[in-house]
């Protein structure tokens, strides 16, 4: 495993960090639903290839995800870096309304006593007396930053939280949060086909110091092999709204991987790992997220930080996934 400092921050985190939301099932992971005996064993699976560093939310399972993190976590909480999100919340009129899942309305508030409850929850749900990182989930436009980072800078004088990083944010996002405080990582997506927003990214990032935390890299799975093109998900499972799977992208994903076919075979690798190495050439200071619900992906993901790509091989991956690529993507 390599490892990496969290921004300007002292947090040394690995550079693949484990993605939690699938533990939380529901309705969006529904084809499998994690408890807290298989979150420990990938712990355990976690700790054994050195990935010390995990993300979840409270939105992931409306709960569910912190908790059984919490319970898999009891006695080796620090050997984690345990990062989790505020702003989305399901409490009845906090904020606005951002969708309805499960049952629950989810609503996004980055208001300062929003903003304290979210992290007091996360805490009680997890078992923990800190949060090592929390991440402003969607950053919201109806309350000043200058409140939402108050309310994150007494949260860290106060011990309850180390560092703060922003997600679902613009470049102009991170100029704004960066004048009251350190951030520590921006967390984005960011894909081989659907790379705009990332790139656009890259150099507000750079100047403030920032790591750029990848979520998404793999497409939910969609770049994991061609045989993932066949396969098919239930009304409300995030898998099944995503663009690839309409049939003029599955037509031209075809063909992305029939002209990339030789290059597993080359490094000998799996099709993800290639897809991850690319990734990791992309931005010096890039975290790895990758969503983890088994032992086998965990131990293939952590190989793609010792593949060497050719610098012609990475122009020829990102040449060959621009017919097949999307300009915005909304998750
Ligand atoms: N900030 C945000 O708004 C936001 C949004 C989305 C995600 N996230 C975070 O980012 C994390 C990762 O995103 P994601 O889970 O949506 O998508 P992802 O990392 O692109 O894809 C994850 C899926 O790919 C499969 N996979 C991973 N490694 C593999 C390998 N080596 N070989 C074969 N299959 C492999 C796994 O499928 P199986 O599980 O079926 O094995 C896994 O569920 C989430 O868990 C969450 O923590 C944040």
Redo the contacts with the bound molecule.
Sequence with gaps: MKYQKLGSSDIEVSKI???????GGGSV?A??SPDVRSASHLLDIAEETGINYI???PV?GTGA?EEILGKALQGRRDRFILQT?CSLNWRQGDGNFHYERDGYTVNNCTSAAAVRKDVEESLLRMNTDYIDVI?V??VCPSWPVSETMASLNELIKEGKIRAVGL??SQPADLDEYAKYGNIALV???Y?LIAPLHGQAYFDTCRKHGTTFQV???????????PEQLARSFKKGD?RARLPWYEKDHKEKLKTFYETLSDLPAKYNC????LF?AWTMTQYDDMNL??????E??????V??LDIQLTPEDIDRITAAAEPASVETID?
């Excluded at 979520?215 to 092999?225: C, N, Q, R, S, V």
């Excluded at 799996?270 to 790992?273: F, K, L, Q, T």
């Design positions: 960090a484990f993605g939690a939301w699938g533990l992971w084809d499998m993300d979840t939310a992931y995800s999100k991440i989930h969607y997600s679902n967390q984005e997506q894909s979520y998404g890299a793999l497409e939910e799975g969609f770049l994991t092999g995030i799996s099709w993800a790992v991850e997220l990758i969503g983890f619900r088994r086998e992906t965990i131990r293939d993901t190989k793609c998750k």
